[in-house]
């Protein structure tokens, strides 16, 4: 059986984006106040605050739907298969770059939504609107599945390193989208993936 996340953790994802939303309302009917009573200045604050807050609601929730969608839809595709939802980190464009297949969809920052397809004999790495795998990684051939630090925007995060004699990939487990989206993933997720990837008999510690 398929598996790419909690009930738990949805259940968390979910009341986190309502906490925004309500926190957004209450910023909207302190604007209608402040443009009633002609408070200009708090006015201005208030207007800055609620495009804030609708800028970071609606970022989280693209982020989170495509993490989602896209670990949802490889699923599906994929029967069987343990799916870790992932960010990237920003050395998989350089292992796209190696391997010579399509950077679409792969900021140089990291970031960008990925999911790994841990099937029997291989790992197939997916990203946003892909058909099929953009590399797969032969099981038989990994060198190394381990925890490291890797590059995620300006700064370093723990991150799933695969290796192998036909390629790598070096992701951020997203099982809770919201954390993923800064690069950050507990140690229970990290974990939880290397389990999901090393499960075979190749050897990884966090």
């Known amino acids: 059986m398929a598996e790419h996340g909690g009930d738990g953790a949805e259940q968390r994802r979910r009341w986190y984006l309502w906490a925004l939303v309500a926190l957004a309302l209450v910023s909207v009917l302190r604007l209608v106040n402040q443009v009633r009573d002609g408070d200009t200045d708090s006015l201005t604050w208030t207007i800055a605050i609620l495009v804030v807050l609708v800028i970071v609601v609606v970022t989280l929730w693209v982020v989170t739907r495509r993490i989602d969608g896209l670990a949802r839809r490889v699923a599906a595709l994929r029967p069987g298969a343990a799916v870790v939802p992932a960010t990237t980190a920003s050395e998989m464009l350089d292992v796209a770059t190696a391997l010579g297949v399509s950077r679409a969809n792969i900021a140089g920052q990291g970031g960008s939504v990925a ?18 795998p953009r590399w797969v990684l032969d ?7 381990h925890v490291a630090p890797a590059v995620f925007g300006s700064a370093r995060r723990d991150a799933l390193w695969v290796v192998g004699a036909t390629g790598a990939a070096v992701v951020v487990p997203a099982y809770r989208p ?29």
């Open 178 to 206: 919201l954390r993923a989206t800064a690069g950050a993933a507990s140690r229970e997720d990290l974990e939880r993936a290397l389990q999901a990837v090393a499960g075979t008999g190749v050897s990884g510690t966090v």
């Open 139 to 145: 099981r038989a051939t990994l060198t190394s599945v």
């Open 115 to 132: 999911a790994l397809a841990v099937l029997p004999d291989r790992i197939e790495v997916w990203f946003r609107k892909d058909e099929q």
